[in-house]
């Protein structure tokens, strides 16, 4: 890409965030949420206190629900699958589908009639 497409490229893309910013400085639920920051900002200020604080004065559980150990799940056994393949009469057993044989079957006769030989 050449310098100067690179560079029309970067203007569009500014006048397109500015045009976002003027609607932005319009917008009168933003002018609300800043005057309502500015003025929780100069009630912390006044009365010396932090957010942390004050989350612990209205939410005591919340700071000890949050350092709680998170319990880690238990993952469900996996069944143990039978394959008997009908050419050889040889049957395998297995939990996943990591088996060298039953690979070797899904390779020569194909994963969906294999997967048809389950008993």
Known sequence: MSRLVEFR?????????????ESLKNDEQLKHEIEFEKKLRDL????????RQVINILDPQANTASAATPVKAVRK???VKR???PHSGEV???KGGNHKAL??????YGADVVESWLA
């Open 83 to 85: 394959y008997r393949n």
């Open 77 to 79: 056994a996996r069944v």
């Open 103 to 108: 690979k070797a079957w899904k390779t020569q």
């Open 9 to 21: 490229t970067l203007e569009q893309e500014l006048a397109k965030q500015l045009a976002q910013l």
């Open 44 to 51: 912390l200020a006044e009365y010396q206190m932090g957010l």
């Open 92 to 94: 395998i057993e297995t």
